[in-house]
């Protein structure tokens, strides 16, 4: 028998990225960051008491939201901490938005939106980025006019790699009248040139959900580590709604270690961005079209006659696993490649390079 | 300006027990297992290599999936682990539930039931206990009655301590028609003299969802580790709710050496029942009514003329944390009290001797 509620017993579920762990196996095709963790991670697991175990975490992981709070120049009250992104996104919908009601994405963009507004019993509407990965013109309108109570916003985009100007945020911020998601997975290897800082957005805006992650900028994927920020307005609620112990005591430990090792982590982030340079001119100098990235990885389409779903079989076939999405007809003979280590993107070059003179 | 459903503007949030860490405090007041953890739980995260953590971990915690089916003779898809054993209580909810659908538990009962109903929209319906501590007559018709999508049924009973026998959950679960989640959450500390073994009830029913944690019989609250058992009929669309990765690689590996010390922790668990005894003696030597409990705390009605409260001042003021219920009208004049080490529980017993001496 199917005890299940109709959207869920409808839905398909999310499948996550490959994950194949064997040697030699190099991944560029889930985003994480290609270097180990700050050693002061490591240091901080090397201290945990299993004994503490005994009892339970402190339930809003007060300590790292000290350290989150301070790190962004904001108040403890301006901090949740959430068990990865994953649990943010879906709390922002479970809190703010009815069954029945709509929720806002401009495609193509991350598939977990469809599948968690889908369990919630939510519509999402989808609006189309122009050719260029910008949002659509008016698009507060559009989103008001849909009636939306969440719009998500992925900055820098996924799968594109394109930032949005702060400046345009804003505007929409003032416009929406409902809560706005900015999902800054990767916000962290945006050039520091740009001068991106949403923080400030929340001296204006009560609508504004800032959602970041120690997935991606501080290598912790492994560990489910996440916050957002924002004003009490949305603050308040979702603290009502998060599981009572939402985070475990040794990943609050280790989570701290890694935000307040700054210097450690920029490194990577500098790094990536070199290497982002790298690789993108080099796919140029293949025809691959590849708009400017401010991620960890670049979205490249390959030249008329190479098929990239062939390159991705190819690649996958020597190791390499890079993402291709065979669905979405805007991601049409496209690759997402996540930046490695300098080793890394030298061995996908010249394995693509090498792929291209045989086609 | 307000950006929350009604319902979650209009609930209020669960708070959890008092957690005072500091030297000297006895918490006796939210169930802890008083040993740590398993020596191998410790060597577990020696073993953790931070650098791995860069990566995502395995989506459904594969490896401790099939310890926990070894352990319990089922197989891996017979299992969702999860983030606390909260996590899966909400995920019930938010997976067979639609907004406005009704909730069932027998009160008294525990309060995080209410929270998660409302926060998901959800009507809780209430019945009472009798006076034993035992379900209504009927209780599967009054629940069908009352429409109830799924009910909550925590065996052993909280806050009483006492055990419902196997065979009447089967009734139960035979003629009731939504999900019944067993919530057995202090399961370990039952006598293996009465043989309580529900997995046995997953032969027969497809709407049985046995919740087990981490954090009580292994000692591993503050790890946040927990699973459900049932068939694929309430599994599968679990797993489709879940967040994409809900727990942590080191947790996943901590659990797992847990469960695999079985030794180490059954004989917590003998340490626990046999103190049991000689707390709830010594409390029913002083007057107090404690009915036979099965898990690791003792409900104590005080007697006549000394009054529950003051009790849990006196001893708050010593150091000694119990759990006091001043707004439930069953629990008037009771005492929670979580069995601890012999010598937690001579400190406790002394303290509360010598205040009823001078009262």
């Known amino acids: 028998m199917a005890y299940e509620r109709k959207n869920i017993e409808n839905m398909a579920a999310y499948i996550p990225g490959e994950q194949i762990d064997s ?43 000290e350290s989150i709070a301070a790190r962004h ?88 790699g394109t930032l949005t100007a702060l400046e345009q945020i804003a505007l929409l911020a003032a416009e929406f009248q409902g809560v706005l998601l900015l999902d800054e997975a990767y916000i962290d290897f945006v050039d520091p040139a740009i001068s991106y800082q949403s923080e400030r957005l929340l001296e204006e805006f009560d609508n504004v959900l800032i959602l970041r992650t120690f997935s991606k900028g501080y290598s912790l994927a492994g560990l489910r580590m996440a916050y957002g920020l924002g004003n009490p307005a949305v603050i308040s609620p979702l603290m009502k709604t998060k599981d009572s112990y939402n985070t475990d005591l040794i990943s609050q430990s280790l989570a701290r270690a890694a935000i307040e090792d700054q210097e450690y982590a920029s490194e990577t982030w500098k790094n990536v961005r070199s290497e982002r340079q790298v690789v993108t001119a080099a796919l140029r100098e293949m025809g691959c079209v ?8 670049v979205l490249a389409t390959m030249p008329a006659g190479t098929s990239a779903e062939k ?7 020597q ?17 997402r490649i996540t930046i490695g280590t300098p080793q890394d993107n030298k061995r996908l070059l010249s394995a693509m390079s090498a792929l291209q003179e045989m086609s």
């Open 23 to 65: 040697p030699g196996i190099l991944k560029l095709n889930t985003n994480e960051n290609p270097y180990p963790p700050s050693p002061k991670v490591a240091a901080a697991l090397g201290k945990c008491d299993v004994a503490r175990l005994r009892q339970y975490p402190p339930p809003t992981a007060r300590s790292l939201q």
């Open 73 to 160: 120049g904001l108040s403890p009250d301006n901090v949740i901490v959430t068990n990865g992104g994953d649990e943010l996104l879906r709390m922002t919908i479970a809190t703010f938005a009815d069954s029945n009601d709509s929720i806002a994405v401009a495609r193509p963009t991350y598939t977990l939106y469809q599948v968690l507004a889908a369990a919630h019993g939510c519509k999402l509407t989808n609006f189309e980025l122009n050719e260029d990965w910008t949002h659509p013109e008016h698009y507060a309108d559009l989103l008001n006019k849909s009636g939306a109570k969440v719009c998500f916003l992925v900055n820098p985009h996924a799968p594109s």
């Open 290 to 297: 590849v708009p400017e990235s401010q991620s960890n990885f």
């Open 311 to 317: 390159i991705y079989l190819a690649l996958k076939d």
């Open 319 to 335: 190791g390499i696993l890079v993402r291709y999405f065979s669905t979405e007809e805007r991601l049409e003979n496209k690759l």
